[in-house]
């Protein structure tokens, strides 16, 4: 119940700052990302004052040794650079590009009902959902050929 | 440029920061928002119920902002749906075959001095600043 209420409240406090950083507003990240045009720095603002607060707050965190409110921290145990990292950004990078929305602002911008935003969101569900079944296949593919059995001869 | 130009960004960064940090700090979670999207709609990780306060909470902040300054969010979007439909779809599958997006590798990711996530920052800001080229320099200039 706590994790729940926690979640919502700290939800609502993530949206209150994209709104006060104007991240909400398209404009504003593609007129960041329009570097031969007028330039617009806010993004860089706003990212420069989320990771500063942010790398202060885990290191208070990893120093506690575990979560207030639960057993263990979830982190990415991942650190490999590795072709779908790379090809993620590369594909995320062209539809950010093209909307100026990543999924936060897009989903806060939900409450002005447009359509070119409920679009965005809904395709962007369909996109995790291919993603997902795609990956979950291949998984799938990989363990049944690790399962096969040995069949006898070595010209098989 | 006027100091709130720069305070308001600012402000409004050091408050995601704040959110992703309580997060971590309270529930032990990375405030990676495709990840929490993701979790939320496949409902097969376990205990899915975070992630859709999570998001309800995103919403209702946004309620919060709509209606003390409207002007935070666009009037107007011109280009057609199918065009927000196509980046939906490469923004949805982009951050989860990256492990992440904005926020899972920008904030959090770069706040843990993560390697991988400034390789993956530093190649989604690279392609999404030669995207806007594309579309608003060459392919008939849009706002």
């Known amino acids: 119940m706590i994790a729940v209420l926690v979640a919502f409240l700290l939800g609502a406090l993530f949206a209150i700052g994209l709104g006060i950083g104007s991240m909400t507003l398209p404009a504003k990240i593609i007129g960041f990302l329009d570097v031969t045009?007028?330039?617009?720095?806010?993004?860089?603002?706003v990212l420069g004052g989320a990771v500063v607060t942010y790398a202060v707050m885990y290191r208070m965190a990893i120093g506690r040794g575990r979560p207030l409110f639960a057993d263990a921290y979830v982190l990415p145990g991942q650190n490999r650079i590795d072709v779908p990292l790379v090809a993620g950004a590369a594909i995320f990078g062209i539809g950010w590009g093209m909307s100026g929305f990543c999924p936060g602002p897009a989903i806060v911008a939900l409450v002005t009902g447009k359509t070119e935003v409920l679009s965005f969101v809904a395709a962007m569900i369909v996109g995790m959902w291919l993603h997902d079944g795609i990956a979950a296949w291949r998984q799938r593919e990989a363990s049944a050929a690790a399962n096969l059995p040995v069949t006898g001869s070595a010209d098989g | 440029m006027n100091a709130s130009a720069l305070l308001l960004p600012?402000?409004?960064?050091?408050?995601?920061?704040?959110?992703s940090g309580l997060l971590l700090l309270l529930s032990g979670k990375i405030a990676g928002i495709s990840g929490i999207l993701d979790g939320a709609v496949s409902l097969r990780v376990g205990r899915w119920s975070w992630r859709a306060a999570f998001l309800a909470g995103l919403i209702a902040g946004g309620a919060a902002v709509a209606f003390i300054a409207?002007?935070?969010?666009?009037?107007?979007?011109?280009?057609?749906?199918?065009?927000?439909?196509?980046?939906?779809l490469l923004v949805g599958v982009g951050s989860r075959l990256g492990s992440g997006c904005t926020s899972?590798?920008?904030?959090?990711?770069?706040?843990?001095?993560s390697v991988r996530s400034l390789?993956?920052?530093?190649t989604f800001v690279t392609v999404a600043a030669v995207t806007v080229y594309v579309t608003r320099h060459m392919i008939g200039g849009a706002p």
């Open chain 2, 70 to 88: 409207p002007q935070r969010f666009p009037t107007s979007l011109p280009q057609p749906p199918p065009y927000w439909i196509g980046a939906g």
């Open chain 2, 104 to 113: 899972g590798h920008g904030v959090c990711g770069l706040g843990r001095f």
């Open chain 1, 37 to 45: 045009g007028a330039w617009d720095p806010s993004l860089v603002l």
């Open chain 2, 10 to 19: 600012l402000a409004g960064g050091v408050l995601i920061g704040l959110s």
């Open chain 2, 119 to 122: 390789v993956s920052v530093c």
